[in-house]
């Protein structure tokens, strides 16, 4: 079992920056999941944004946010964090944090295993 919290959500101006943060615990070794993040925008389904390994050494990114997203993990403090940079306003959504016992890229196709409650972020144009 592991359980995720995120937090670092809000509100942010256009071309702004926002810093998300998933805070793991749990029986199981963080270290042996692949982690990401998913967003849902109102009245849209759950979407992939970024994933990596368990090592840390790959990362996956929605083509929406290449370029502008950095995912990063620390597994000695059990945490996986989301740089958002150019914020846009349709990067309005809660976004979720998700591990996955297979790969990062199966994770990124949606094979995950747990689920965050999820933070809100909005971006005003």
């Known amino acids: 079992q592991v359980q995720l919290v995120e937090s670092g959500g809000g509100l942010v101006q256009a071309g702004g920056s926002l810093r998300l943060s998933c805070a793991a615990s749990?029986?199981?070794?963080?270290?042996?999941?692949?982690m990401g993040w998913f967003r849902q925008a109102p009245g849209k389904e759950r979407e992939f944004v970024a994933a990596i390994r368990r090592s840390g050494g790959s990362t996956y990114y929605a083509d929406s946010v290449k370029g502008r997203f950095t995912i990063s993990r620390d597994n000695a403090k059990n945490t996986v964090t989301l740089q958002m940079n150019s914020l846009k306003p349709e990067d309005t959504a809660v976004y979720y944090c998700a591990a996955g016992a297979g790969t990062a890229l199966t994770l990124s196709l949606g094979d995950t295993d747990y689920w965050g409650k999820g933070t809100l972020v909005t971006v005003s144009s």
């Open positions: 749990g029986r199981s070794a963080f270290s042996s999941y692949a």
